[in-house]
């Protein structure tokens, strides 16, 4: 009896290996050092820690038939912190792929994307920062099979809904609160300001085309009104953006541009800017300038402002190993609305994993 258990035990133990060898752990640790200043001296920061580490575990099933499943869980610690970045689950096969979870919208994840030519992690330029769906809970995507390099994909984002109106309470029907403090004795739930109706409330759609060292994306992407606000005639935001990348051997250029409607449902908040990018190999380095203009946007008031934002940007890469490198880039704001100019400054390591 002892050696039937041990001997189950050993091949239990044998195979587990095979059993978890779809499972991967990756993602990369990154420590930077900043120093920032403007050309008067009124918001110098000093040296400043910018550390930021990346957990990805992935993992995949053959279904067979040409089909499999798939799903990943990303989370993300910058300076100590902890949040979470993607968790998808989905299937693929000749049909496409079909993606569900919290994930990126096409117009930031692989538009917006393109434009990441530099080394850094914390000075890193982001075209249309301010008015990006971003990463959003509640995704459902479809991407095609590539046709002679074209694909194309749909997303749909049920992102945060409303609640009932405003109401009142007795605090002791809240598990949460009931027991905090006894000279509490309601609690106010204040009105809901987001869309509440049964739909996905921002849509996402992009087209790709790749053809050797041409890569072209063009995404539009609409977010209901009411997901800003309850107010009736809450105009829909809209974006259309495009990038375009090129290698030329070791080099590789970028272009992208954005526009956007009704920015956070705001018909003032009528944005635009552009992009432009390369990069460059040579032999362990990795060079690459960048700039971007802007619309102004004053993050303050939530509106559009008369004048521009520019940024440029210089970095550089220097790979120790295929997955340990040194960084340093250098990048200088102006702020449309300011009267002083950013400069920041990044030194740091980064493994990759």
């Given at each position: 009896m002892k050696k039937t258990i041990i001997a189950a035990s050993v091949a239990a133990l044998v195979a587990?290996?095979?059993?978890?060898a779809d499972v991967k752990i990756g993602g990369n640790v990154i420590q930077e050092f900043v120093t920032d200043s403007d050309d008067t001296g009124t918001s110098e920061d000093g040296l400043v820690s910018a550390a930021a580490v990346d957990l990805v575990f992935s993992v995949s099933e053959d279904l067979g038939n040409g089909m499999s499943a798939f799903a990943k869980i990303h989370t993300l610690r910058d300076n100590g912190g902890s949040g979470n970045a993607d968790q998808v689950v989905g299937i693929k096969g000749d049909f496409g792929t079909i993606v569900a979870g919290r994930m990126e919208d096409f117009s930031e994840g692989k538009v917006a994307a393109m434009a990441a030519v530099d080394s850094s992690d914390k000075l890193s330029i982001e075209p249309n920062g301010y008015h990006q769906t971003g990463r959003a809970?509640?995704?459902?995507?479809?991407?095609?099979?590539?046709?002679?390099?074209?694909?194309?994909?749909?997303?749909?984002y049920a992102l945060p809904n409303g609640s009932v109106a405003a109401t009142t309470v007795a605090a002791s029907t809240n598990g949460e609160v009931s027991n905090v403090s006894t000279s509490v004795s309601t609690i106010t739930y204040t009105a809901s300001t987001k869309d509440a109706d049964a739909k996905f409330d921002a849509t996402d759609i992009m087209v790709e085309y790749a053809n050797g060292p041409l890569l072209v994306r063009v995404a539009r992407e609409t977010v209901d009104g009411g997901v800003y606000s309850a107010t009736a005639g809450t105009p829909d935001k809209e974006t259309d953006s495009i990038a375009v990348s090129y290698k030329l051997d070791n080099i590789t250029l970028v272009g992208y541009a954005f526009d956007v409607e009704n920015g956070k449902g705001?018909?003032?908040?009528?944005?635009?800017?552009?992009?432009?990018?390369?990069?460059m190999g040579m032999g362990a380095n990795t060079f690459s300038v960048s700039y971007m203009e802007e619309d102004d946007y004053n993050t303050s008031t939530g509106a559009k402002e008369t004048g521009t934002d520019e940024a440029w940007m210089v970095s550089v890469d220097h790979a120790l190993s295929k997955r340990t490198s040194l960084t340093a880039a250098y990048k200088s704001s102006d702020d449309g609305n300011s009267t002083s100019d950013k400069d920041e400054l990044a030194v740091g390591i980064k493994h990759v994993f």
């Open positions: 587990a290996p095979a059993a978890f809970e509640g995704g459902l995507a479809y991407v095609s099979p590539s046709f002679n390099g074209l694909t194309f994909g749909i997303a749909g705001v018909a003032a908040n009528d944005m635009s800017g552009h992009f432009l990018g390369a990069k």
